[in-house]
Structure formats: C-alpha cells, structure tokens
C-alpha cells in the first residue's frame, strides 16, 4: 500500500515528534511517500532548495500514486486542507487524524464530508489500535 501522510509544515511544526512516531508505524502497513513530513530539519517556512512549484507538483504527484491518504489535523493546515479536497476529488480514501484540545476544533469541512473517516485519538498508543482497525481492512 502507497500511503500519503499530511501533516502541517508551514502551518507549525509543534506535532512533528508525533508525525515522526506515526509515520513510523504506518510503515507496517505499506511505503509512506511523504517520509519527510517527520523530519525535524524542514523549517516552518517551507522545504529548502525547492521552488513552491516544485513542492506543489512533487506532492500532487505523490497523492495521486497513492492508495491512501492519511492526515493528521489537529494543527490546521491550509496545505493539509488542499491536500485532502484534492484527495477528495480524485476519490482517495482519506482518513483524518485529530486529538480534541481546547485550542482548536476540527474544522466542519472534515468533520462534516462523508468521504472522510475520521479518527479522534487521545495518545499514540490509542492511534495505532483505532487505526489498524481501519488500515487491516484495506
């Protein structure tokens, strides 16, 4: 399986420890395409040595060879936000990832589309048990 993981870069890089735990455990299930979303060395304003073009078309490139499209949104992300309509509408199966916090809510746009599972987890150990639910099954 060909997995696209999103998770916010420019929009802040507070979650990356967590995007480098989950990216590491979706690797039993398949190649995760954006490995890089984890790296600690990506500056909150952009990737380095790459054009906004080149990452646009990069990604997109990658979602579409994609079997799946995994997000985590807690922090919001107008990047992450594209990615998944774009998703959306080249039918991917999407599942959104979000921890309830009292600074942000999910947005209405991803709670709301019944193209999207989403999957409210408190903890990492919670994350892998509600997703290999949904990732067994595919």
């Given at each position: 399986?060909?997995?696209?993981?999103a998770g916010?870069?420019?929009?802040?890089?507070?979650?990356?420890?967590?995007?480098i735990?989950?990216?590491?455990?979706?690797?039993?299930?398949?190649?995760?395409?954006?490995?890089?979303?984890g790296?600690?060395?990506?500056s909150?304003?952009g990737?380095?040595?790459?054009?906004?073009?080149d990452?646009?078309d990069?990604?997109?490139n990658?979602?579409l060879?994609?079997?799946?499209?995994?997000?985590?949104?807690?922090n919001?992300?107008?990047g992450?936000?594209?990615?998944?309509?774009?998703a959306?509408?080249?039918?991917k199966?999407?599942?959104?990832?979000?921890?309830?916090?009292?600074?942000n809510?999910?947005?209405?746009?991803?709670?709301?589309?019944e193209?999207?599972i989403?999957?409210?987890y408190s903890n990492?150990?919670?994350?892998?048990?509600?997703?290999?639910?949904?990732?067994?099954?595919?």
């Amino acid at each position: 399986m060909r997995i696209y993981f999103a998770g916010s870069i420019r929009g802040g890089r507070d979650d990356v420890e967590l995007y480098i735990d989950i990216i590491e455990y979706l690797k039993n299930f398949g190649e995760v395409l954006t490995e890089h979303i984890g790296n600690q060395i990506i500056s909150s304003d952009g990737e380095n040595n790459m054009s906004d073009l080149d990452i646009h078309d990069r990604d997109m490139n990658w979602l579409l060879d994609s079997d799946i499209i995994i997000a985590e949104v807690t922090n919001p992300s107008l990047g992450v936000g594209y990615e998944i309509g774009r998703a959306i509408e080249n039918n991917k199966k999407i599942i959104c990832l979000y921890r309830k916090n009292n600074k942000n809510r999910l947005s209405a746009m991803i709670a709301g589309s019944e193209k999207i599972i989403n999957i409210n987890y408190s903890n990492l150990n919670d994350f892998k048990l509600l997703i290999d639910k949904h990732l067994k099954k595919t």
